[in-house]
Every structure is written in structure tokens, then in C-alpha cells.
């Protein structure tokens, strides 16, 4: 696309010869975000760069490269462009197919203000997507959990984000070119999406030039993928519970966001950091317990002192040694290897201060908060299903912040098998005594009580609880400092990953037997049936939560394509990344659209 739609070089840099100039809307910019760095650019060819909304000089005998959503007020702004000459000419990519009512606009827009030659090429780019790691994909849709468990919403608001949804599924799809066979549970919005999906791809394939050469974006082409869709109510305390990993812990407290998160440095400013795959430290060791990675950063800079050591000694001789004309050659080879190395040293060093940063600051966090002590409580609560009432009540007026006992306290809803109500009185009245918004606590409670799929999920997700439940979460923080290696549960198991590695068996299994299948590719009669003619097991596998994701979800399905033998690709995808908080912010709208909730201002929840 920055090459002006032209094949790149071998290197994958653009040509020599093409400068242009890129213009994107906000939605496109975090496609790009996380993709190419700011310096790569100018790799590509880019000179400058600009948002579509602001006000820009026009740069003659360059071509512009517009990558935007193909909306009517993006459409306009094309128009106004193209009407004032900015550019020489007008390569517009557009991250989804353009309605033909917009294309029309496009088309009388420059007709009229005599501009239509200034249009190079128009692309359906088909990336409405944004891809976060190799096997990390969201598709940025705001507030999907609401607006899908929204008790006003009606069908035509609802089949609209369904339709959403499915575009970009579509998009990712056309990227991977695979079509998959899909597996949802019957009801509920994963089986609209699966089957507005299967017949999105069944229209497409009739088209003579589509999109999917089967197995394109895949390492083995024989055998299609399994597309596995599921709804945040399957497992909802995977999206609010508190974890003690690495990858998930800078996403919840730091606030990782398209790969960047900014924190105070050991000098009092903000730092920004690029979490990605340019930073080996963090993709090794990601999805290790905090405390595992204190013990390894402290092993990398021992090494690495070594290392610098092992140089020093190199090329300043040994002391009191004299210097001897005959070893000239090798004194030399020396120096070269010293200096060719130092490059590899100095930015090794630049990781492990990163980290070391971010572990302080993380820890910092931890200790105030005691957060360890609520993930160990957590996982006691879903392992036992329940806890004591003291320890329960010593937790809501202990140390954290108002979020943290807020969704401790939805964690002891969940866990529950059973709700005590004076109980949970004591623990609303706990809570309001910590002025913290009880609406979300009392929605979660209120959809229990109806027994709406947390029910089903919570005894899903206590099923083999006996395989983790000797490995709970480790000791105190303290261990960190002391650099003790923890027993830790890294291998706990989620209900989905557990569910999502039935699905890849294929096998017959009473867990996932009542899951629908649809493949685009058969005849239109099977589809929706839950009859398992399926050849397994997958080698590889999408999974997509609608409703929103997390980094304790990703962690978990790559542990488990890792522990596969041979190893599986697992893809993990959600309609947006959440937090702990973003989510129980969520249900705290929720709440307040069900007229539940205390009369604490919905705003003090997020302090």
C-alpha cells in the first residue's frame, strides 16, 4: 500500500524513486500503529504524514497514499482534497469495502469539481482489523459488551454490531485466506456472528474472483482451520479476575495500549516504551509470573556484566602484561570483535533497564495494592466456590484500589455456587463504605440469580479443578525481592482454553458435543447442525471472543498451542482488549442502564 500498491523490494522497503505523502483517519492509524514504526516510514518512502481531519498545505508533484474507513465524512474530505489540487495524485486504500452509495459520492464529488484525473486507483484493503502480535488480533470495536447485553437495544441496533463484527472477521479471514469451518454454542451472539459469517463467506465464494486461496496465510495447506467463536458471558471472570503474569499485569496496571505504554522513569519523567516483537525479553518471557521475571532480569543483567566484562578484558590486556609486537593479529582481531559487538551489548543493556523499569514501577503497584494477596484469594474462591466471610470482608476493607475490592467482590459473586444474601449485603455495605459504584457487583449478581449463562460457565470452569488445584499462586511478593523461583500455577487451565482444546480434538466430547458447526464450504443444508463429521484434530485454530478479550486469555491459549505435541497455531482474537477496570466499567453501565447500582456517582468507580 505505501509502495502505491506496487510489489515492494526484496528487502520490503519501497523503491527508490516513490516519495509520497500518507494521510489516515484515527481508526486506521492504530491499524498502523502497532505495524511499522514511525522511523521505518521513511524506509517506505514516506515524507510526511498527516491526520485526515487536520487542516494541510498543498505539496505539489507528490503522491498522496489515503488509507482510511470508507465513511461519508472521510469521502468528503477526499473530494474537498482532490477539488484544491493538495496533491499530485490520489492513491486512496480503504480498510473495508466502500458501499456504492459512497463510491457514487467519490465519483460526482471529483466529477463536478473537475478533479476525477487527479483519482489514481481506489483499493478495497480489506483491514479493518488491528493486529497486535503474530497471533493477537482486535478489532477495535468500542463497547460491544454493552451495547450486546444493553436491555434497550433493539434488533436493528443489535444485528448492526453483529453485521460490525462479522465485517471484520471477513477482513481477518481474507487476510489469513483461509475459509474455516466454524464452531459456536448455540444461542446468544456467537451463534449470530457464526452465522452471518459462514453466509458472508458462502455469498463471496460464488464470486468468480475472491479473495481465499485456501491455506495463503497458514503454514500447513491441507488442512483448513477451525474458527472458534465465543461470547464474554461464556467465562466472564477471565475478563475481570486479577493475574500475577508478566504480559497481563503491564497490560492492567500500566495500561498497555496498540503495544505502548508510557511510566515514570527512575528520574521522575514519563518514559514511553514499545512493547513488541522488536523486544525479545518481552516476547521469552511474557507470560511468566512476576516474580520468575524479576529472577530473569536479574539474570540477564549478570550476563550481560559478564559479557561486558569478557570485552574489557579482551582489549585491555591482561594487567602488568607486556605488550608483545609478534601477537599483533590478535590483539587486533580483538579490538575488531569488541567494537562489532558493542552495538548487540548496548542494546541489550537498553532492554534490561526497560524492564527493570517496569518491574519497579510494577511492583511499586503490587505492594500497595497487595495485589498478589487478591490473586491469591481469587483463585482460592474459584477453586473451593466460595470463601470465608472474614477473610471476604478483610479483603473489602483492606488495601487496594476502589476497582480492585469491585471486582474482587464480582469474583466471590461468580465463584459462588450458591449467593448468601446477608452475606452479599455485608459485602455491598462494604463496598459503599469504600464509596465504590455497587451497580456493576449488583448487575453480575442480578444475572446470576436469573441463572444466565455465568451459572453454566462458573461450573464450567471448576470441571477438572483438582488437575491445578494444588498449584495455586505463589507466596507473597517478598519472594521477588529475595529472587525465590515459585511453584507458580502458569499451567492453570481457563474454561475456554480447556473448551477450545476439545474443539481442536474433534473427538466426540459431552463438553462441546451441543457446539453448532457451520463450514461455508459445504452444502448450505448441514450448516448450523451440530453433527460432528469433523476430521480432527486441527493443527490450527482462530478463536474470537466477542464482547472483549484480554492478555489472561491470549497467555492461556498460547500455553496451550505450545504444550501440544507437535505444537498448534492458536490465533486469538476479540472485538477490544480490555482491563480488569475497562471491563467492569462496563458492567457498571450495565448496571446503571438497569436502574441497579448506589447512589455513589458512576465516576467514582474509575478512582
Known amino acids: 500500500m505505501l509502495n502505491l500498491n506496487q510489489p515492494v523490494n526484496p528487502t520490503g522497503t519501497a523503491s527508490e524513486e516513490v ?45 498522496a497514499v489515503y488509507f482510511v474507513q470508507p465513511n461519508h465524512s472521510n469521502i468528503q474530505r477526499i473530494v474537498s482534497d482532490a477539488s484544491r489540487s493538495l496533491y499530485d495524485s490520489f492513491h486512496l486504500n480503504f480498510s473495508s469495502s466502500v458501499p456504492r452509495l459512497l463510491l457514487e459520492d467519490l465519483a460526482s464529488g471529483t466529477l463536478n469539481s473537475d478533479s476525477i484525473h487527479r483519482i489514481s486507483k481506489v483499493h478495497d ?13 482486535s478489532l477495535s470495536q468500542k463497547s460491544t459488551y454493552v451495547q450486546l447485553n444493553d436491555p434497550s437495544a433493539g434488533d436493528k441496533e443489535i444485528e448492526d454490531i453483529i453485521e ?42 460464488l464470486s468468480k474472483n475472491n479473495l481465499f486461496s485456501e491455506g495463503g496465510g497458514f503454514v500447513s495447506s491441507f488442512q483448513r482451520p477451525i474458527l472458534c467463536i465465543f461470547d464474554r458471558n461464556f467465562e466472564l471472570s477471565a475478563g475481570i479476575q486479577h493475574d500475577f503474569r508478566y504480559r497481563p499485569l503491564v497490560h492492567d496496571i500500566l495500561g498497555l ?20 516483537s522488536s523486544d525479545p525479553f518481552w516476547m521469552a518471557n511474557g507470560s511468566l509470573e512476576f516474580p520468575e521475571v524479576a529472577v530473569e532480569i536479574e539474570t540477564q543483567l549478570n550476563k550481560y556484566k559478564k559479557d561486558v566484562d569478557e ?84 479483603v473489602l476493607k483492606g488495601k487496594g484500589t476502589k476497582i480492585d475490592k469491585l471486582r474482587f467482590a464480582i469474583m466471590y459473586i461468580i465463584s459462588s455456587e450458591t449467593i448468601n444474601p446477608s452475606e452479599a449485603e455485608a459485602v455491598e455495605a462494604a463496598l459503599r463504605e469504600s464509596e465504590v459504584d455497587t451497580s456493576a457487583f449488583q448487575y453480575v449478581k442480578k444475572i446470576k440469580s436469573l441463572n444466565v449463562s455465568v451459572a453454566s460457565a462458573n461450573s464450567a470452569s471448576r470441571n477438572n479443578i483438582v488437575d491445578w488445584a494444588e498449584k495455586l499462586y505463589g507466596q507473597s511478593i517478598s ?22 482444546e476439545a474443539l481442536m480434538e474433534g473427538k466426540p466430547n459431552p463438553e462441546i458435543d451441543s457446539y453448532l458447526v457451520f463450514d461455508p464450504r459445504a452444502p448450505k443444508s448441514s450448516s448450523g447442525t451440530t453433527n460432528s463429521h469433523l476430521k480432527g484434530p486441527f493443527k490450527e485454530t482462530i478463536v474470537f471472543m466477542i464482547g472483549g478479550g484480554n492478555y489472561v486469555e491470549y497467555g492461556s491459549l498460547q ?49
Open 257 to 276: 495500549k496498540l503495544n505502548r505504554l508510557s511510566v515514570r522513569g527512575d528520574k521522575g519523567g514519563m518514559k514511553s516504551y514499545e512493547m513488541d
Open 479 to 500: 519472594a521477588v525481592t529475595a529472587g525465590v523461583k515459585n511453584l507458580l500455577s502458569s499451567d492453570r487451565q481457563l474454561a475456554l482454553t480447556r473448551t477450545v
Open 164 to 205: 460490525r463484527v462479522v465485517s471484520g472477521l471477513f477482513c481477518v479471514l481474507a487476510t489469513l485466506a483461509v475459509v474455516p469451518i466454524i464452531r459456536c454454542l448455540r444461542g446468544g451472539p456467537a451463534e449470530m456472528v457464526a452465522s452471518a459469517l459462514d453466509q458472508k463467506l458462502r455469498d463471496h465464494l
Open 19 to 63: 516519495y509520497n505523502i500518507l494521510i489516515y483517519d484515527k481508526f486506521c492509524q492504530n491499524i498502523l500503529s502497532p505495524l511499522i514504526h514511525v522511523k521505518d516510514l521513511r524506509k517506505h518512502g514516506v515524507t510526511l504524514y498527516f491526520l485526515i481531519d487536520k487542516d494541510r498545505k498543498s505539496v505539489h508533484d507528490v503522491p
Open 311 to 394: 570485552v574489557n578484558k579482551r582489549t585491555g590486556g591482561t594487567a602488568g602484561a607486556e605488550f608483545d609486537g609478534t601477537d599483533l593479529v590478535g590483539n587486533t582481531k580483538h579490538l575488531m570483535n569488541a567494537v562489532n559487538s558493542l552495538p548487540e551489548l548496548t542494546e541489550r543493556k537498553q532492554v534490561i533497564d526497560k524492564h527493570t523499569n517496569i518491574a519497579t514501577v510494577l511492583l511499586g503497584e503490587i505492594k500497595e495494592r497487595s495485589l498478589d494477596s487478591y490473586v491469591k484469594k481469587e483463585n482460592d474462591m474459584m477453586v473451593r466456590g466460595g470463601i470465608d466471610r472474614n477473610e471476604l470482608l478483610g
Open 125 to 137: 484493503q480489506c483491514l479493518e482489523f488491528v493486529t497486535l502480535e503474530d497471533n493477537l488480533f
Open 559 to 607: 500455553d496451550l498451542a505450545q504444550r501440544q505435541q507437535p505444537v498448534k497455531h492458536v490465533i486469538y482474537g476479540t472485538t477490544e482488549i480490555l482491563t480488569g477496570m475497562e471491563f467492569v466499567d462496563q458492567l457498571t453501565l450495565l448496571g446503571q442502564k438497569m436502574g441497579l447500582g448506589s447512589s455513589v456517582a458512576a465516576s467514582s468507580a474509575t478512582h
